[in-house]
Nanobody, 123 residues
Framework: VQLQASGGGLVQAGDSLGLSCAAS????????MAWFRRAPGKERELVAS????????YYADFVKGRFTISRDNAKNTVYLQMNSLEFEDTAVYYC?????????????????WGQGTLVTVSS
């Protein structure tokens, strides 16, 4: 499956921003999806995931209550709504796909990756 992320940009702290990731190539509903991010000088980390069958979501502690992951299988798209953005949210955000229903907190579960979209939050 091919993934194309979009929606990044430059915002101020406290602002909101929405990311989208469009999938193509294979039936989207067969894949669990996630957003990862890599901040400057840091490792890639999981932000949120949503499972393919039950739609169960997971959020990293640092985004709980601020970010929302959702998916629209009819549009083959996964979204990440980011509210109350902080300077520390500055990173390249990647969408990723997995054929698994469980184990979605492990980066090794994901075999499909988008190209990344840059989010810059000014303080």
């Amino acid at each position: 499956v091919q993934l194309q992320a979009s929606g990044g940009g430059l915002v101020q702290a406290g602002d909101s921003l929405g990311l989208s990731c469009a999938a193509s190539g294979r039936p989207f509903h067969n894949y669990s999806m996630a957003w990862f991010r890599r901040a400057p000088g840091k490792e890639r980390e999981l932000v949120a995931s949503i499972s393919r069958r039950t739609g169960k979501t997971y959020y990293a502690d640092f985004v709980k209550g601020r970010f929302t992951i959702s998916r629209d299988n009819a549009k083959n798209t996964v979204y990440l709504q980011m509210n109350s953005l902080e300077f520390e949210d500055t990173a390249v955000y990647y969408c990723a796909g997995s054929a698994r229903e469980l184990g979605l907190q492990s980066i090794s579960s994901y075999v499909y990756w988008g190209q990344g979209t840059l989010v810059t939050v000014s303080s």
